[in-house]
């Protein structure tokens, strides 16, 4: 009597699902914190609180029980996973972000930008923030020029110094004009005699 009313079986077994809670940052994804992976929901929910419901092949984002995204589950450590159809004209330009892409700008402005990039988004665990930091170096060409951007990473890298901020301070205080390195300045400064007076001292400054 009630074989009209069964449904098919599912095509896939079922599977368990977790649950995650993941606020939508401002450049329109979701951190996924099991895979520390990223994934897009349409840019009107960033900055609201949504839900993840995933399970081993699919991660669904909710938002107040609405379903506002889905995606097939990618292992990879650090990936963007991204539908374009979410991104506004603005952050569709943020989709191409990935090592290579900010290898290529940095290339334009000299090798040693190049090592300190690739050093400053492998330093970190999530990819975002090495990637911000990333642009930011690249950036200071704009006040600086790429010749004392490439010869402040240069000697940021001499130092094991190759950060936004120390390689920032390097072009703020025009140590990347010095004769010296800087890191053979500081080592200098450790070898003065404790008797030695200021004026004896004032050849390092």
Avoid at 8 to 26: G, H
Avoid at 28 to 44: E, H, I
Avoid at 133 to 158: E, P
Avoid at 175 to 190: A, G, I, M, P, W
Wanted: aromatic letters at 14%; glycine letters at 4%.
């Amino acid at each position: 009597m009630e074989q009209e009313y069964l449904k098919p079986l599912p095509e896939t077994a079922y599977e368990l699902k977790s649950y995650r809670r993941a606020k939508v940052q401002k450049i329109g994804y979701v951190y996924f914190s099991p895979d520390k992976s990223y994934y897009s929901v349409p840019y009107r929910y960033i900055g609201k609180e949504t839900t993840l419901h995933y399970t081993r092949s699919l991660v669904e984002v909710y938002y107040h029980y609405q379903r506002i995204a889905l995606h097939q589950r990618n292992p990879s450590k650090g990936s963007y996973n991204t539908n374009k159809e979410h991104l506004s004209s603005t952050h569709k330009y943020y989709s191409d972000w990935s090592p290579e892409f900010f290898k290529k700008k940095a290339a334009l402005h000299g090798k040693h930008v190049v090592d300190c990039v690739e050093k400053i988004i492998t330093a970190v665990d999530y990819p975002e923030i090495g990637y911000k930091r990333a642009m930011g170096l690249i950036q200071l060409h704009k006040s600086y020029g790429s010749q004392r951007l490439d010869n402040a990473c240069k000697r940021a890298l001499q130092a094991d110094a190759a950060t936004y901020q120390r390689i920032k301070n390097i072009l703020k205080n025009n140590l990347d004009k010095s004769s010296l390195f800087y890191q053979d300045l500081e080592e200098n400064k450790t070898h003065i005699p404790k008797h030695t007076n200021i004026r004896g001292a004032s050849a390092y400054q």
